[in-house]
């Protein structure tokens, strides 16, 4: 897998995440996605497109701007900005391992 094509991926993933649409994610996901946050575990990808429905349901906007990309084998590692509600700014931290098929096989999120 190319370094670069992941950063593609990845941004793409951040930039739809923003826009809340969620059969974009799906499209992007792995049968079998994991998601870990400082709140939500969930795997399987209808467990995850629905965590993430509760996410764009309990705000009003999301903004998720990549500061950094670091690739590494199989591995995406993004620094984020993530302005909420047009008001509040979240610093977080995900990883995101792909599938041999360029697909999101795991999201794993840190706050701070």
């Given at each position: 897998m190319?370094?670069?094509?992941?950063?593609a991926?990845?941004?793409?993933?951040?930039?739809?995440?923003s826009?809340?649409?969620?059969?974009g994610?799906?499209?992007l996901?792995?049968?079998d996605?994991c998601l870990?946050?400082?709140?939500?575990a969930a795997?399987?990808?209808?467990a995850?497109l629905n965590?993430?429905?509760?996410?764009?349901?309990?705000?009003?906007?999301?903004?998720?701007?990549?500061?950094?990309?670091?690739?590494?084998?199989?591995?995406?590692?993004?620094q984020?900005?993530?302005?909420v509600?047009?008001?509040?700014?979240i610093?977080?931290?995900?990883?995101?391992r792909f599938?041999?098929e360029?697909?999101?096989?795991h999201?794993?999120?840190?706050k701070g």
């Open positions: 190319y370094s670069t094509s992941l950063k991926i990845a941004k793409q993933y951040f930039s739809i995440f826009k809340k649409d969620l059969s994610l799906a499209k996901f792995s049968d996605v870990r946050d400082w709140e939500i795997s399987g990808k209808e995850v965590a993430n429905q509760k996410i764009f349901e309990a705000l009003k906007t999301i903004e998720v701007t990549p500061v950094l990309l670091l690739a590494e084998n199989d591995w995406v590692s993004a984020l900005e993530i302005l509600n047009k008001e509040e700014v610093h977080v931290v995900d990883l995101l599938n041999s360029q697909k999101i096989s999201i794993i999120a840190f």
